[in-house]
């Protein structure tokens, strides 16, 4: 709900913080005190059209601040956050506008685009007047609605399911013929290039272990060299064999003389022996290549660069040719058993299609009955709201086309009215005058209370031209909306007024009277509105509204008798 506006040099008010609350909120004041500034106002933070004709005489920018407190779950959290704006509790939209009319939009106080102001601001806000194209009256939700009214959100949801796959599998289809077409036209080349990565059966990583071998073998010979040498000190007249053999003979001969006790000597000798054996051996096998002496260079190269040529070819790594391979034969396969491919997407494409008829089907049955219940039920209400001759009906028109199809279904749902008998009617924004509508709109929401997600409405000139009984039942029914929703209703009936939980006065005040010029300084008119919070204050704004400038004692008796009968209801 709307818990707070403030607004700052806006035409007559130059500053004012009001504090909403639940239930019905009533606005009056005598014709010309601007009331509509406020309405202005507060359009201008949800997004209307920015004009430096509000901004107030002599200021530099006119300002206005919209603190809402949407329930848990909202839809307006998801798109702030999908906007990467964070917003956990309050939503706080501000707008500011200067004297040249250049505006600036902020939520949370993150600057954000006027169109992003706006949809937030659909989502809180519903006003219902005779200029407004929003909410009920924009036909593009009179489906959403329906399907609200009828609680189809599962049904609703399996249709788009089935829509989505149906339409996936037209894709797949779509994709494949497509491809076969291209594939045909480059049949041959398919076919040698398929044969030619096949015959070089590239393997993943193959380059590198390439690369590796190669840098080897060019190796070798400084390798060679190297070897030699160590093979020198092992295997030479003063290499370490030999001095190891020295060694063996002497040992031998201490052993004749020391008995035992060389022995252990000896043996850990002929274990040195056959480790620089050993070393040996492996020395003279890695001088000869060791695991890689088959390789030869010439043959690593061709090998390596016969990769990296295809390679570059088809514009990919040597790596990248066992996809480029597969992406190829996938082509060629396509050709060859086109038929087959195509008949088993064909089936998926049949298939998808008929699931998605078949809940969509189900989905537009339930729309038929739900139209006829909700027409009833609007009608029902209309009588007592002086629209009398009118009447309502929900237009369920059914696509027989595939192409007037979509993810909804079958279905195109548009609100229709006739505001007098045995003419036709026509879509509701177009034929209700500015009083009527907001009648039309109330009877509505009263119908739809349950599945509204808006939590603000705003009715403006909803007693446009009537009063009496007649006033009383659009009060009756603002009074009963707002048990689920805040309501804000500009009125000029007594009867609306009385029945409000809230009650905000609007009135022209002089500024030299009001004690705020400033020495030297002309008077000039503002707007100022205040709550009435005491029920004195709201019999007499009643009575008021009832007698006129001169306020009556039967007036005030029967503003009493009012609010007595009402404030409690509220």
Request: include cysteine; glycine fraction near 8%.
């Amino acid at each position: 709900m709307l818990s707070s506006l403030t607004i700052q040099n806006v035409i007559l008010i130059d500053k004012l913080t009001l504090d909403g609350d639940a239930g019905l909120l009533a606005l009056t004041g005598e014709t010309g005190a601007g009331k509509s500034i406020l309405l202005d106002a507060l359009g201008l933070a949800l997004g209307a059209r920015a004009d430096a004709g509000l901004v107030r005489h002599g200021e530099e920018q006119a300002t206005v601040t919209a603190c809402f407190e949407p329930t848990a779950g909202h839809p307006v959290y998801a798109l702030l956050k999908d906007k990467a704006i964070d917003a956990k509790g309050s939503i706080i939209l501000r707008r500011t506008v200067s004297k040249d009319g250049r505006s600036k939009a902020f939520i949370n106080d993150s600057p954000v685009s006027v169109q992003l102001l706006g949809e937030a601001g659909e989502l809180l806000v519903e006003i219902h007047g005779q200029f407004e194209t929003q909410g009920l009256l924009d036909p593009a939700t009179h489906l959403d609605t329906l399907d609200g009214y009828a609680g189809l959100a599962g049904d609703t949801a399996v249709t788009r399911a089935a829509w989505k796959l149906w339409r996936q599998a037209k894709d797949a289809l779509d994709r494949a013929m497509t491809d076969i077409e291209a594939a045909r036209l480059q049949e041959e080349y398919l076919k040698y290039t398929v044969a030619e990565l096949e015959k070089l059966d590239p393997q993943p990583g193959e380059e590198e272990v390439l690369a590796e071998k190669r840098q080897l073998l060019l190796n070798r010979e400084k390798m060679s060299d190297a070897f030699g040498a160590a093979t020198s000190i092992i295997e030479s007249e003063d290499g370490l064999q030999q001095l190891m053999s020295r060694l063996q003979g002497t040992l031998e001969k201490l052993s004749a003389k020391a008995g035992t006790t060389v022995a252990p000597l000896i043996d850990s000798l002929a274990r040195a022996r056959n480790e620089i054996d050993d070393i040996a051996w492996q020395i003279e096998k890695l001088k000869n290549g060791g695991e890689r002496g088959a390789d030869k260079l010439e043959d690593v190269e061709e090998r390596y660069f016969a990769l990296k040529e295809i390679a570059k070819k088809h514009r990919t790594t040597a790596d990248g040719l066992v996809t480029v391979y597969e992406e190829l034969a996938q082509k060629l396969r396509l050709i060859t058993h086109q038929e087959d491919t195509l008949a088993e997407l064909q089936r998926a494409v049949t298939d998808a299609k008929q699931k998605f008829m078949a809940a969509a089907e189900k989905t537009s049955l339930k729309r038929q009955k739900a139209a006829q219940k909700l027409a009833k039920a609007v009608n029902a209400e209309l009588p007592d709201l002086k629209l009398d001759k009118a009447n309502f009906a929900v237009d369920c028109l059914r696509g027989t086309a595939e192409d007037s199809w979509n993810a909804d279904g079958f279905d195109r749902v548009q609100f229709l009215v006739s505001t007098n008998p045995n003419t036709p009617a026509g879509p509701i924004h177009k034929i209700a005058s500015g009083g009527e509508l907001s009648r039309f709109m109330l009877a509505l929401k009263v119908i739809l209370a349950e599945t509204g997600s808006i939590p603000t409405l705003i009715f403006d000139e909803v007693d446009s031209g009537i009063g009496g009984a007649t006033a009383d039942a659009v009060g009756e029914r603002l009074q009963r909306l707002a048990r689920k929703y805040q309501v804000l209703v500009v009125t000029h009936s007594p009867q609306v007024a009385a029945r409000a939980a809230h009650h905000w006065h609007v009135a022209k005040t002089d500024q030299a009277k009001a004690g705020q010029t400033k020495t030297g300084q002309k008077s000039t008119v503002i707007t100022r509105i205040t709550p009435l919070t005491a029920v004195k204050e709201r019999q007499e704004e009643i009575a008021r509204m009832l007698s006129g400038a001169e306020i009556t004692k039967e007036a005030r008796a029967q503003a009493a008798k009012l609010l007595e009968n009402h404030v409690a209801a509220a």
